[in-house]
């Protein structure tokens, strides 16, 4: 099966669709996409919303002052604290009494499943399972963090966007396991350190750049296993202490000159990554196996356009993912089985078109329900009645494949 070319209906571009990514959407019965991966990954990034930006409203259900992850001016939904938002998406009914159409028609499936959507009410951050973290959003089993995005397992810190298990660090992106670490970049088990970027265990040191291994290193670029050096130039212990005062009083802008200038020494690779095997258009990905167009990323596996995700296998467009397999377009979402077109849903298998839901199988188009099987746009259904119109609705949405893009909400 050869690459094809395909013009996207939303950018007007030429794009490639991988043999791989024919062959896995014909198996799931799902149509060509219609739009390039840039498109599709931007439609994402708009139901997620701008959660790095906060705002102050008031519940409309207690009416205490919240903090919210999106503009309360922007959205058709009701707007409930945590606490509310909670006690309804875990104890109402959510299942619709209505009967279905006989004839669905994709546009009565779309204009429906965002009524549903819409009728529900919008959770003021997705945080979970996190203490004193009010100001942020995309929190998870964190505690004591302040404007903090898109991070896991992080603790009384300040500024971190897109990190994990992180303590007591300011002003950091996609660092992982640091401990007393500020203003750094692509940082992994360091400790005590500053101004670093794309560096792995490090210790006591400041504005080093691609480092391994070190520990009391200043301004240094592409050293391993090194200790006392400043510049790339190796001191005596003693002198480096001495050095190090006069060193670490300079100004930033000077000292970052003076980097700029030894990183000009040195070859880059044509992609950050490690302990990858044929990933070759991929960049920040680590520990994985034949990945095409795959970005910050570990563990992954036979896939293509994922963003900031990890441990997926057979999956294509996902962001914000983790332990999926064979899924597509789909983000913040994890232990997913063949299931596409998903947002902000876990422990799910073969459905398509979920929001918010929970521990659900063979379901189409259905938002906010747990623990349910053979559900048609929040309407429970016997399997044989599910199996007869989900075959209906999935012939017409092949010849289709909208994906998100007529779903923004």
């Known amino acids: 099966m050869a690459n094809i ?47 790095r930006k906060l705002y102050k409203t008031k519940c409309q259900k207690c009416g205490k002052e919240i903090i919210v992850a999106f503009d309360p001016s922007s959205v058709g939904h ?39 959507i819409l009728s529900h009410p919008k959770n003021p951050t997705h945080t979970l399972n996190s203490e004193n973290c009010d100001y942020g959003d995309q929190l998870y089993w964190c505690k004591n963090l302040i404007n903090c995005f898109d991070s896991v397992n992080c603790s009384d810190s300040l500024y971190l966007f897109d990190c994990e298990m992180m303590a007591n660090c300011i002003d950091c992106d996609f660092c992982v396991e640091c401990d007393l670490i500020y203003e750094s970049v692509d940082a992994h088990k360091c400790f005590n350190c500053e101004f670093l970027e794309d560096s792995y ?23 391993n296993s090194k200790s006392y050096c400043i510049f790339n130039r190796q001191l005596a212990p003693e002198e480096y202490r ?3 005062k006069k060193y670490k009083s300079m100004a930033a802008q000077k000292i970052l000159a003076i980097l700029d200038d030894l990183k000009k020494r040195f070859p880059v690779t044509q992609a950050k990554g490690m302990n990858n095997e044929n990933c070759p258009y991929c960049n920040y990905l680590y520990n994985s196996v034949n990945c095409y167009y795959c970005f910050d990323g570990i563990k992954n596996e036979n896939c293509a356009y994922i963003y900031d995700s990890g441990d997926n296998k057979y999956c294509f467009d996902s962001t914000f993912t983790t332990e999926c397999e064979l899924s597509y377009e789909f983000l913040d979402s994890a232990q997913l089985f063949n299931c ?27 938002v906010n329900l747990n623990h349910k099987q053979y559900c048609i746009l929040n309407r429970q259904l016997n399997k044989e009645e599910y199996d007869r119109i989900s075959l209906n609705i999935l012939n017409q949405l092949k010849e289709v494949n909208l994906g998100w893009h007529n779903l923004i909400f």
């Open 242 to 244: 001495q050095q190090i």
């Open 340 to 366: 596409s077109f998903i947002i902000y849903s876990d422990k799910s298998q073969d459905s398509l078109y979920l929001v918010s839901c929970d521990d659900i199988k063979s379901s189409l188009g259905c």
């Open 201 to 223: 265990n490090m210790r006591d040191s400041s504005y080093c750049t691609s480092c391994r291994d070190c520990h009391d290193v200043f301004g240094c670029v592409q050293l």
């Open 78 to 116: 009701k707007i409930f604290c945590n606490e509310d938002y909670k006690k309804y998406y875990w104890e109402a009914d959510l299942i619709i009494q209505d009967p279905l159409p006989k004839n669905i028609s994709t546009e009565f499936f779309f204009k429906e499943l965002k009524r549903i």
């Open 5 to 51: 070319m395909q013009d996207c209906q939303t950018c007007q571009k030429k794009f490639l669709i991988i043999d791989s990514e024919q062959k896995f959407l014909q198996e799931k019965g799902i149509g060509f996409p219609k739009s390039c991966p840039s498109c599709r990954r931007q439609a994402k990034r708009f139901l997620r919303g701008n959660e």
